[in-house]
């Protein structure tokens, strides 16, 4: 699944591309997705201008005068720019999980998502003055990436829970955008089990945690995320970050102390960690 890496990036790449520009045509398909355009919203966006591309958590959003217009990516979704009609002729037919297309005159932005856990919707904008009146009305957690996100908030937040922090850290109503990749990532590097309660955490242990989560975030971003299974860039580009990957996906024994990587499903996400490094 896409995550704060990943959607941040998209919104950096796609944000030259179509800002002030205008929406000529909306298509969607009929295939059901967790969320979809009515007739009426796609009536609604044209003729719209696009006055900024941004992100919140892992929604990609897109301003408009009077609506956010809101894209998720579920498990595997991802934009794809046309840059003109015969190459989006072309991806609509090399690909059968085109959901919908967004085309600004002469290019097209298109939602290619095989498994069809991704979504979009129109919010609109009337009782929205800020990005946190937005995470609200969305039930989003803190940003990591916020200068909100530090170690007494995170202490605070984590007494008297008795769920591990794996789950914790993965679970957007508490902390935006973090999911399996990058709570694994930042786990490793503070030298924090994966399985330990929340409310066993010191202050200390919360300060290398929220260290550790920003750097994993922002070095991901600034390497394009992590290209894993489905995700690619605008223009199939690849997330670099994966080569950084100290962790997330390895199978072979820990980079640092050489020990065996113990292998546990974890909030029916696999985890992978290690019993010397990580207590």
């Not at 998502?113 to 946190?132: L, W």
């Amino acid at each position: 699944m896409p995550e704060l890496p990943e959607v941040e990036t998209v919104a950096n790449t796609l944000r030259p591309l179509i800002q002030n520009a205008i929406i000529t045509n909306v298509w969607t398909s009929n295939l059901r997705m967790r969320s979809q355009l009515s007739e009426i919203d796609k009536q609604l966006l044209l003729g719209k201008k696009i006055y900024g591309v941004s992100r919140t958590g892992k929604y990609l959003i897109l301003e408009l005068f009077e609506w956010y217009l809101l894209i998720h990516f579920g498990m595997s979704g991802r934009l794809i720019v046309a840059k003109n009609l015969q190459e989006k002729e072309y991806i609509t037919k090399s690909l059968n999980h085109i959901h919908m297309y967004l085309n600004f005159s002469n290019k097209f932005v298109l939602l290619h998502d095989p498994r069809r856990f991704g979504g979009v919707r129109m919010i609109s904008r009337i009782n929205i003055k800020t990005p946190a009146d937005l995470s609200a009305l969305l039930n989003l957690g803190l940003e990591p990436l916020s200068d909100r996100f530090c170690a007494n908030r995170l202490f605070k937040m984590t007494r008297g829970v008795t769920r591990n922090i794996k789950i914790f850290l993965m679970d957007g109503k508490q902390i935006a955008g973090v999911g399996n990749i990058y709570a694994t990532e930042a786990l490793f590097r503070a030298g924090i089990i994966p399985t330990i309660a929340c409310f066993k955490l010191s202050i200390s242990k919360c300060s290398q945690l929220v260290a550790c989560l920003k750097t994993v975030l922002s070095n991901a971003i600034s390497k394009g995320g992590s290209s894993l299974r489905d995700f690619s860039g605008l223009e199939g580009e690849r997330g670099s970050f994966v080569d950084e990957h100290l962790i997330y996906g390895k199978k072979e024994s820990c980079v640092i102390c050489n020990t065996e990587l113990v292998k546990k499903t974890i909030g029916q996400r696999a985890t992978t960690f290690c019993p010397r490094c990580q207590r």
